[in-house]
Protein backbone atom coordinates (compact mmCIF):
# COMPACT_ATOMS: atom_id res chain seq x y z
CA UNK A 1 0.00 0.00 0.00
CA UNK A 2 0.86 3.42 -0.54
CA UNK A 3 0.34 7.31 0.36
CA UNK A 4 0.29 5.52 4.22
CA UNK A 5 3.51 5.86 6.78
CA UNK A 6 2.75 2.83 9.10
CA UNK A 7 5.28 -0.01 9.93
CA UNK A 8 1.86 -2.61 9.01
CA UNK A 9 -0.08 -2.20 5.81
CA UNK A 10 -2.48 -4.82 4.43
CA UNK A 11 -4.75 -4.87 1.24
CA UNK A 12 -8.45 -5.03 2.63
CA UNK A 13 -11.40 -7.09 1.56
CA UNK A 14 -12.33 -5.53 -1.92
CA UNK A 15 -9.51 -6.74 -3.03
CA UNK A 16 -9.60 -10.44 -1.93
CA UNK A 17 -13.38 -10.17 -3.28
CA UNK A 18 -11.49 -9.31 -6.98
CA UNK A 19 -8.99 -11.68 -6.58
CA UNK A 20 -11.48 -14.45 -5.80
CA UNK A 21 -13.62 -13.39 -8.18
CA UNK A 22 -10.78 -13.46 -10.99
CA UNK A 23 -9.81 -16.41 -9.87
CA UNK A 24 -13.34 -18.39 -10.44
CA UNK A 25 -13.10 -16.22 -13.70
CA UNK A 26 -9.79 -17.81 -14.96
CA UNK A 27 -10.31 -21.18 -13.33
CA UNK A 28 -13.86 -22.26 -13.39
CA UNK A 29 -15.05 -20.01 -16.14
CA UNK A 30 -18.79 -20.21 -17.25
CA UNK A 31 -18.78 -20.75 -21.12
CA UNK A 32 -18.43 -19.05 -24.06
CA UNK A 33 -16.23 -17.35 -22.28
CA UNK A 34 -14.95 -13.35 -23.50
CA UNK A 35 -12.31 -11.53 -23.08
CA UNK A 36 -12.42 -7.79 -24.20
CA UNK A 37 -9.37 -6.11 -24.50
CA UNK A 38 -8.25 -2.54 -25.03
CA UNK A 39 -5.35 -0.22 -24.75
CA UNK A 40 -3.00 1.97 -26.70
CA UNK A 41 -0.17 -0.68 -26.93
CA UNK A 42 0.07 -4.56 -28.37
CA UNK A 43 3.39 -4.71 -26.70
CA UNK A 44 2.50 -3.94 -23.37
CA UNK A 45 -0.33 -6.30 -23.57
CA UNK A 46 1.93 -9.34 -25.14
CA UNK A 47 1.70 -11.86 -21.96
CA UNK A 48 -1.53 -10.94 -21.25
CA UNK A 49 -3.01 -11.71 -24.76
CA UNK A 50 -0.82 -15.09 -25.00
CA UNK A 51 -2.15 -16.25 -21.68
CA UNK A 52 -5.80 -15.27 -22.31
CA UNK A 53 -5.76 -16.85 -25.63
CA UNK A 54 -5.40 -20.29 -23.74
CA UNK A 55 -8.41 -19.97 -22.14
CA UNK A 56 -11.07 -17.89 -23.64
CA UNK A 57 -13.50 -18.92 -26.60
CA UNK A 58 -13.76 -15.28 -28.36
CA UNK A 59 -11.54 -12.38 -27.85
CA UNK A 60 -12.67 -8.59 -28.63
CA UNK A 61 -9.45 -6.32 -30.10
CA UNK A 62 -10.32 -2.72 -29.05
CA UNK A 63 -9.04 0.73 -28.26
CA UNK A 64 -5.96 1.93 -29.81
CA UNK A 65 -4.55 -1.17 -30.62
CA UNK A 66 -6.96 -2.58 -32.68
CA UNK A 67 -4.94 -0.18 -35.36
CA UNK A 68 -2.08 -2.53 -35.36
CA UNK A 69 -4.18 -5.43 -35.64
CA UNK A 70 -5.84 -3.82 -38.81
CA UNK A 71 -2.96 -2.28 -40.08
CA UNK A 72 -1.25 -5.36 -40.24
CA UNK A 73 -4.08 -8.24 -41.43
CA UNK A 74 -6.24 -5.93 -43.17
CA UNK A 75 -4.14 -3.46 -44.23
CA UNK A 76 -6.32 -0.52 -43.53
CA UNK A 77 -4.87 2.65 -43.81
CA UNK A 78 -5.01 4.31 -40.16
CA UNK A 79 -4.34 7.40 -40.87
CA UNK A 80 -2.27 9.47 -38.04
CA UNK A 81 -4.29 6.76 -35.40
CA UNK A 82 -1.97 4.65 -32.66
CA UNK A 83 0.26 2.69 -34.60
CA UNK A 84 2.49 -0.14 -32.25
CA UNK A 85 5.54 -0.54 -34.43
CA UNK A 86 7.09 -3.24 -31.78
CA UNK A 87 3.59 -4.82 -31.16
CA UNK A 88 3.17 -5.39 -34.95
CA UNK A 89 6.14 -7.16 -35.12
CA UNK A 90 4.37 -10.19 -33.23
CA UNK A 91 0.53 -9.28 -34.33
CA UNK A 92 0.47 -12.33 -36.51
CA UNK A 93 1.84 -14.67 -34.15
CA UNK A 94 -0.48 -13.85 -31.66
CA UNK A 95 -3.21 -14.52 -34.28
CA UNK A 96 -1.43 -17.60 -35.15
CA UNK A 97 -1.85 -18.86 -31.39
CA UNK A 98 -5.41 -17.48 -31.60
CA UNK A 99 -6.24 -20.13 -34.72
CA UNK A 100 -4.35 -22.93 -32.83
CA UNK A 101 -6.59 -22.49 -29.55
CA UNK A 102 -9.69 -22.14 -31.72
CA UNK A 103 -10.11 -18.31 -30.18
CA UNK A 104 -12.52 -16.19 -32.62
CA UNK A 105 -10.72 -12.89 -32.59
CA UNK A 106 -12.83 -10.10 -32.77
CA UNK A 107 -12.04 -6.78 -34.48
CA UNK A 108 -13.90 -2.88 -34.68
CA UNK A 109 -15.46 -2.94 -38.09
CA UNK A 110 -16.35 0.92 -38.16
CA UNK A 111 -14.83 4.44 -36.83
CA UNK A 112 -15.34 8.04 -35.82
CA UNK A 113 -13.02 9.74 -37.52
CA UNK A 114 -11.73 13.45 -36.85
CA UNK A 115 -8.78 15.77 -37.47
CA UNK A 116 -7.91 16.13 -33.93
CA UNK A 117 -8.53 14.12 -30.62
CA UNK A 118 -9.79 16.47 -28.17
Do not use: W
Not at 41 to 70: H, P, R, Y
Amino acid sequence: MVGIALPERVSGLLLKKELDYFAKALLEPQRPFLAIMGGAKVNDKIKLIENMLSQVDEMIIAGGMAFTFKKVLEGVNIGSSLFDEEGAAIVENLVKKAEEHGVKLHFPVDYVCGSSFS
